[in-house]
């Protein structure tokens, strides 16, 4: 909250922007998907086809990318179901 108070519109306008059943229907649904992805919690992300749950310090973090990243110019994208976003 101090952060908005000292960026942007002040603590008031923030409250009055927020309303808190939006964010429990977000925390709930994100919850939900985690649970049907296999996680427990958060952290919670994956970087190409892993998944990688619990804390990562941003230098394995960053180099678990790079490795993402460098198997996809190896190996090309993965393959996309026929007609997918028509």
Known sequence: MRVAEAVGPGLDRLRLDIDPRDVAVHIETSMRLT?????????????GEALVPGFVETDQLKEMVEATRTSRVTEGPAPTEAGAGE
């Open 35 to 47: 649970q049907a992805l296999g996680g427990s919690g958060g952290p919670f992300f994956f970087t």
